[in-house]
């Protein structure tokens, strides 16, 4: 039997709260994360992309079109760091793999643009900061 931490009187206390709809199980950080990002997005993730997300694992999909840069650009979005400068096409580079189209860094720019501005318009995550182009000089 898996150690819970709690005594037998403390999980029989709970089990009566919950047989008299008295015990409320609060959304972890991680659900919360989740719930924001697909409501940004208008998506449902897969489970292995809430898991690779919220860092519980490190796994992801192998395919196509199996929603791996979707998971990865959320997942560099909501991570912590310095800012990430996206402004120059070498530094783009460095967060994309070399096994696509020579196009490949200014789609992943621009969709990557795309969902920060929809998770930073729905609000409730803290987001890294990503500069995406070098102020104009005036």
């Excluded at 580079?93 to 789609?107: A, L």
């Amino acid at each position: 039997m898996k150690e819970t931490g709690f005594t037998p009187d403390e999980i029989s206390a709970l089990a009566k709260a919950k047989d008299e709809n008295r015990l409320v199980i609060l959304p972890s950080k991680s659900d919360e994360i989740i719930r924001i990002v697909e409501r940004a997005l208008h998506i449902t993730l897969y489970d292995w992309q809430k898991a690779y997300i919220t860092g519980v694992a490190d796994y992801v999909m192998p395919g196509r079109a199996s929603g791996k840069t979707t998971a990865y650009m959320v997942k560099l979005c909501i991570s912590e760091g310095e800012p990430i400068d996206l402004s120059k096409r070498s530094e783009v580079e460095r967060y994309v793999d070399g096994y696509h189209s020579h196009n490949y860094p200014d789609w992943f720019k621009h969709e990557l643009w795309n969902v920060y501005r929809e998770l930073e318009r729905i609000g409730g995550l803290r987001l890294r900061t990503i500069i995406f182009a070098k102020p104009k000089a005036r």
